[in-house]
């Protein structure tokens, strides 16, 4: 146990703060308080940060005043902080080849407890086996996510962003991914790493289909996790089958094909085996999906997850909340965090209220979607919309409002083979602008209008 006490690196680390605060700005990006083992150097690193973040030198009396005189092992704190200060005065060592030792016994220490609690999860016949291996693979991906830089200063920032944008131009590939329909490009912008995108809709308006849409687009230049909660993988074959050879999914469950049709589904099936997707139906909840996707992630294959959806969505084991919007907030939260630690954007299809569907004017709002509650995640959110669904059960009678009945055919007319798209939220760009498509029922398909 000895081992996993990096006993002489923190003292060194906390001597090298006191004796240069850039020490501190330098060892911040990497190395936190809850890293040191033992708690007086925990809660030195700790005063030190909050001293020197507020412009103040951390001093060995303010410290005492902050600490409110702790004893050491019978040593008073001045003389222990003085102690750990001359020991390295005349010699200052790295500071940051210390900060790597303590990372990697604070690691090593939450393996173990983790490997610990996973054991007596696995004993305890009350617990179902999914529940312990979600919480050990949520523990552990917390332990990776630690060992991350948590924070960078807006130069490096700055200057990451131009690197990107310069890669971008050199290599004459744009940043992120657009959707394949430039229609849709104009309101939505690209999907960039780390966005968290909505796509919410009624029952029928195509939010599956759009989000299916979206991710073979993005397939054909990199891979693609789907997280499919309501559909079999044979149902969105199905579907997929559909989009691509314009025949009729209940022709093909019927199997009222002739031989061309074969050979077109058969051609498709070429095409499909090009496509990097992979289908997960068993991942329920948001330490599941990120487990897996962190997996893929470090094949260095994944470009994006699309998550259907999120209704069906569950709770990590054991967690309780006080009313249904709370689950989807806290999802909602999680599925951002997985987005940004993974570096990749995330499509979650969402069902609209269908109280939002029963005003007279029932074009998409982000509220629609539990009361607006994912709006603060989320950093696009897109809903399909067809207006011809509302016309078709609006019909005014013909007898006593001709005039008005002859408006509504030709208004039926107009939209029974379009589709809207509303972007209700863009976090860089210009909200609340839709775009109009059409919408091919047989493929379910988005399609530019000509």
């Known amino acids: 146990m000895g081992e996993l006490i990096a006993a002489e690196a923190e003292k060194i680390v906390i001597g090298s703060v006191l004796l240069n605060a850039d020490n501190y700005w330098n060892l911040s990006q990497i190395l936190k308080p809850s890293h040191f083992h033992n708690s007086i150097n925990r809660r030195i690193y700790e005063v ?19 600490m409110d005189g702790v004893e050491i092992e019978g040593v008073v704190l001045p003389v222990y902080l003085q102690t750990l200060v001359a020991r390295i005065i005349d010699d200052p060592p790295s500071p940051a080849d210390y900060a790597g030792e303590i990372i990697d016994t604070w690691m090593r220490r939450g393996i173990i407890a983790t490997a610990d609690q996973a054991s007596k999860d696995a004993k305890n016949a009350s617990k179902r086996t999914d529940e ?8 552990l991906a917390d332990i990776a996510r630690e060992d991350a830089i948590s924070e960078i200063s807006y130069r490096d ?17 744009a940043l992120g991914f657009d959707s394949g329909l430039p229609s ?12 968290l995108i909505i796509i919410g809709g009624a029952s029928g308006h195509g939010k599956t289909a759009l989000g299916m849409q979206l991710a073979e687009h993005i397939a054909q230049s990199g891979h693609v996790l789907i997280n499919q909660l309501e559909m079999t993988p044979v149902g969105m074959a199905m579907r997929g089958l559909a989009a691509h050879t314009g025949i009729s999914a209940s022709a093909m469950e019927e ?3 002739n031989e061309a049709e074969f050979d077109m589904l058969y051609a498709f ?3 499909a085996a090009r496509s990097d997707i992979t289908i ?3 991942d329920r909840t948001v330490a599941q999906m990120r487990s897996r996707a962190m997996a893929h992630k470090k094949s260095g294959r994944l470009a994006a997850v699309l998550i259907d959806h999120l209704r069906l969505m569950d709770a990590e084991p054991g967690k309780r909340y006080y009313s249904d919007l709370a689950a989807i907030a806290d999802h909602c939260a999680g599925l951002k965090k997985m987005a940004t630690d993974l570096a990749v954007p995330v499509f979650l299809v969402c069902q609209r209220t269908r109280g939002s569907q029963k005003r007279d004017d029932d074009s998409p709002r982000s509220t ?16 399909p919309y067809r207006r011809y669904d509302k016309l078709k059960v609006s019909e005014p009678s013909h007898d006593r409002d001709p005039d008005g009945h002859y408006k509504w055919v030709k208004e039926c007319e107009k939209w029974k083979d379009r589709i809207e798209i509303h972007q209700t939220k863009r976090r860089r760009g210009e909200g609340n602008r839709h775009r109009s498509f059409h919408w091919n029922a047989l493929a379910t398909r988005f399609e530019e209008l000509e």
Do not use: C, H, W
Not at 160 to 166: G, Y
């Open 48 to 66: 030190v940060g909050e001293l020197t973040q507020a412009g103040k030198p951390p001093s060995i009396p303010m410290i005492e005043r902050r």
């Open 132 to 139: 312990v291996l979600s919480a050990a693979e949520g523990a």
């Open 157 to 173: 920032a700055v200057s990451l962003a131009i690197s990107s944008v310069a890669d971008a131009y050199q290599n004459d590939r």
């Open 184 to 195: 849709l490009d104009e309101i939505a912008g690209r999907f960039l790493p780390g966005d």
């Open 255 to 257: 199997g009222a094909l």
């Open 269 to 271: 099936q070429e095409q």
């Open 280 to 282: 997960v139906q068993k």
């Open 368 to 383: 629609d979607l539990y009361g607006g509650v994912i709006e603060q995640d989320a950093d696009i959110i897109i809903m």
